[in-house]
């Protein structure tokens, strides 16, 4: 996960000068989080490319 969302060095949600919040975690879901759309979509374009490559996907219907 934190190579997916760690694709870029703007992802996620500048906390301080230094610090992103990009994901929650919690058992089997995960919350991306970036400040602009664009973002959000690269993210989750990566997330679904590193899933993809260890046999896993995202299900569309389960998302909100």
Request: aromatic letters at 4%.
């Amino acid at each position: 996960m934190k190579h997916a969302v760690h694709a870029t060095e703007e992802a996620g949600l500048k906390l301080l000068k230094d610090k992103r919040l990009t994901d929650l975690c919690y058992a089997d879901d995960v919350a991306l989080i970036h400040d602009s759309v664009d973002g959000l979509q690269a993210m989750m374009d990566s997330v679904a490319c590193w899933a993809e490559k260890v046999g896993l996907s995202i299900n569309v219907a389960k998302t909100k």
